[in-house]
């Protein structure tokens, strides 16, 4: 089992909150320790930092915590590599990064989805995993869908939804299926079993801001709640938008 | 101006011997201070390390320096913006990377190419820039070429220099091309102006091993010479081979 991080912001914030609530996670108090990656945001472009060793170890990972990035989305996630044939390496660590029209897409999973390699249904067409998981199987199966839909203009939260829904509801028969996906705009967020969320909203540096952050379980005090299972949530600067 | 470096190698060597030679020219005695990059491979996946910061002052680059990382193949690059309105991002900065059947396929260029956004022989098709760069533009161009050049079975040398020759050949009539690419297994190196390589060929850990360094000018006192203009040179392990 891994665990799995998003948030998305109104207005650029430190990257390094997300990360504190990450890090001890992955082989401290956690049980994850086969890997550790985290995505942000420039504009169109992804950042992504992955090591695949254990998160509370990691020399990368305290040194990036003390740059001052700052951004609106960030997807984070520790890995438990399970089943171990899908070995500890930088292919096989979350999170997944590829460019579709221009933009960087990053993707994390939590669960398993057996069978995925076999099924016709999940034939690849475009985009093909580097690593041996069946996470990058199903991001690129996702974003082989999302390529089928945009014509070169850039796509909105419900040509985003219309285009995962079903290759997202046949995963699920598969089975477990908790994701984070987001194209610097959108932070899509999914869950069949797992997924909890927190909304914060406060004054910050002048302006007005407002923060969701997703997490697998709850990482702070506040009330966390599950979100919908087997229902898509689209997430702009902060709030949850019609999809 | 930008500089390049790029390393073959017969055995996995260590990376930090490139970056030892790439770090002091950004910034420290070169004037190439507006960001740099370094790609390495683990078997099909590249890590893809890059800030738009001058190298000689950059900490991530003195920390990755730190990590004992190996490889058979690394590319490095240090940008000069150049002109100033590719502005310094972590978009505009290289190396590049697209994933493309499977494998991580890297590129770094130094020269410029004006027109080429403008240009109908240079319209993309599957890969485009996430950021504003000529050098990006090109890269994708190339890689349409080789997407279409292949059934999904992996390219050979020739299969490689085949699909890369036209592009190549009407991106020279725009302006200095000099670039390195990769997709884990080849080392392609083409220049039309400046481009010098050194080979090297010792008994490291108990094994013979091969290396061929390629960079803008000369990095160490060896005997460095120029590579023939106008072909494309292909490295495997160490080696130039026939394509």
């Known amino acids: 089992m891994c665990e799995l991080l998003g948030m998305s912001a109104k207005h650029e914030t430190d990257v390094s909150h997300s990360l504190a609530l990450l890090r001890p996670r992955g082989g401290e108090i956690g049980p994850h320790a086969d890997g550790w990656g985290l995505a942000f945001y420039e504009g169109r472009e992804a950042r992504v930092f992955k090591e695949p060793v254990p998160a509370a170890e990691s020399r990368c990972l305290a040194f990036i915590a003390e740059y001052d990035y700052r951004s609106t989305i960030v997807i984070g996630h520790i890995r438990k590599a399970n089943p171990p044939e899908f070995g500890r390496t930088s292919a096989n660590t979350h999170p997944f990064s590829r460019e579709l029209k221009g933009r960087s897409w990053v993707f994390a999973h939590n669960g398993k989805l057996p069978g995925i390699d076999a099924d016709p249904r999940f034939t690849l067409e475009r985009f093909h995993p580097i690593g041996s998981t069946d996470s990058e199987h199903a991001f690129c199966l996702l974003l ?14 419900a040509d985003v939804a219309a285009a995962l829904r079903p290759p997202v509801e046949a995963l699920c028969e598969l089975g477990e299926f908790n994701f984070l ?36 379980t709850a990482l702070t005090d506040e009330a966390w709640l599950p979100i919908e299972p087997g229902r898509l949530h689209i997430f702009v600067e902060g709030r949850e938008t019609a999809a």
């Open 181 to 216: 996906l987001s194209d610097g705009m959108h932070l899509v967020a999914f869950a069949n079993t797992e997924l909890h969320y927190v909304v914060r909203s406060c004054v910050e540096r002048g302006c007005r801001q407002e923060v969701v952050l997703l997490a697998t």
């Open 144 to 157: 082989d869908r999302l390529a089928r839909a945009t014509d070169g203009s850039p796509l909105g939260a």
